[in-house]
């Protein structure tokens, strides 16, 4: 591995998209730092430290600290990722978006259009929930309504930029762009969250027996990530053999590996935003308080939501990236085949069936994971407030890690060089 990272360096345009990442990434958490005027930020972090918060220690795992501490990225991209939901549903349901959609790169531009104006528009009202939060815990300075327009401006500005440091990422760095400032922010939390484990420890809040079980779940917890992101159904192809001129074209076998999550982390990220969204605009309302008090962060009804909506997003993101009757077709144009089943419509239907199983079962795996805190604070006795990741951070996690190394992986490979995977 270290061999492949002084390749990765070696190749100048490669290191130039690394160091472009990392620049941008710093640029992210520099301005996790810089709080927003007019608000006592230390006040706010306080209520955080005491658990007097709820959906908003969730949102601050997602945003690095910048919530807790009050800052220009404060709501993090989730105005993002929530108007990309939106736009894709209308995708399905809206013919002439649809079309948009098939239009190529053109048509994904202007889709790519809309989510930014929807992104603004969401980001307008989360920012002034976000105010509303400041007020109800006095943590403004100046409840002028100058100050409090100044704020929801730059808590959206701040959230536009992030979006556009996300665009950048992906196009002249490595790896997708807001995936990326997700994962730098969960990983940002890991340094307090180890001190806050070990001083428990040693004050006897968390035994050591408790400590090691944990690590040992959180390994197997990895591993089972790990294969469940690189588990695969491989379908057999067999292409015919065609006489075009003089020359002998097909005859070969190949298979179209069908993964077992093919959705990745999207999922997960798309769940909680839907699920958030609600549940901040419920933090101040009083009528909505009964919102809170029954789907609260951590409750009953509120796990049991966030697992049907991984389940029904797993299979949304998987129908939309993936289309058997496309890839029938194609095979059929190209004189391939399954061993089998007929070419056409039979072998559409064969593929929706397999990709209907094997979706199954990584959905009931993601559903499984964004609840997996609960199992490790019951099996463990660590209270939940120490698991700083949890399950769903833990997939974001090492779900991104993979999809970056890959891509550093195919530039080396491109190149000649050995990998990472060998």
Do not use: C
């Not at 190749?11 to 958490?29: C, G, H, P, S």
């Amino acid at each position: 591995m270290i061999e492949a990272l002084r390749n990765a360096v070696r190749i100048e345009d490669l290191r130039n998209k690394l160091l472009y990442t990392v620049a941008m990434l710093a640029i992210f958490r520099v301005g996790s730092y810089i709080p927003v005027p007019g608000v006592d930020a230390a006040a706010l972090a306080e209520r955080f430290r005491t658990g007097e918060t709820n959906i908003f220690s969730f949102l601050d795992l997602f945003a690095g600290g910048a919530f807790s501490n009050f800052s220009i990225f404060a709501m993090s991209v989730t105005p993002y990722i929530t108007a990309s939901i939106i736009v894709q549903l209308l995708t399905v349901v809206i013919p002439k978006l649809e079309e948009m959609a098939k239009e190529g790169v053109e048509g994904r531009k202007q889709l790519a259009q809309y989510t930014r104006y929807g992104t603004v528009l969401l980001a307008v009202i989360q920012a002034i929930g976000t105010v509303s939060l400041a007020r109800a815990y006095n943590v403004l300075r100046d409840s002028s309504l100058f100050s409090m327009v100044l704020i929801v401006t730059t808590l959206t500005a701040g959230t536009v930029l992030l979006m556009w440091l996300g665009e950048k990422i992906s196009e002249n760095g490595i790896g997708n762009g807001i995936s990326l400032i997700i994962f730098a922010g969960i990983v940002a939390r890991l340094p307090s969250g180890a001190i806050g484990v070990i001083r428990a420890v040693g004050e006897g809040g968390i035994s050591i027996l408790s400590l090691i079980v944990f690590a040992i779940l959180a390994v197997a917890l990895i591993a089972a990530i790990v294969l469940m992101q690189e588990g695969q159904r491989r379908i057999p192809v067999q292409y015919a053999k065609r006489v075009v001129g003089r020359r002998m074209y097909g005859g070969q076998s190949t298979h179209i590996p069908m993964r077992v999550n093919q959705a990745g982390v999207i999922p997960i990220i798309f769940a909680a935003s839907v699920l958030t969204f609600p549940l901040t605009i419920a933090q101040f309302i009083p009528a909505a308080s009964v919102i809170d008090r029954f789907l609260g962060y951590g409750t009953t009804l509120y796990n049991s939501l966030y697992a049907i909506l991984v389940i029904f997003f797993t299979y949304f993101y998987t129908a939309v990236t993936f289309n058997p009757r496309d890839v029938a077709d194609n095979m059929k144009k190209y004189g391939g085949f399954i061993p089998g089943i007929r070419p056409g419509q039979p072998t559409a239907e064969y593929l929706d069936r397999v990709l209907t199983r094997i979706t199954l079962v990584g959905a009931l795996f993601l559903a499984f994971i964004a609840i997996v805190p609960y199992v490790l604070a019951g099996v463990t006795h660590i209270p939940r407030s120490f698991i700083t990741i949890g399950g769903t951070g833990l997939l974001i996690v090492v779900g991104v890690a993979l999809d970056t190394l890959k891509q550093i992986e195919a530039h080396l490979l491109m190149r000649q060089y050995e990998g990472f995977i060998r």
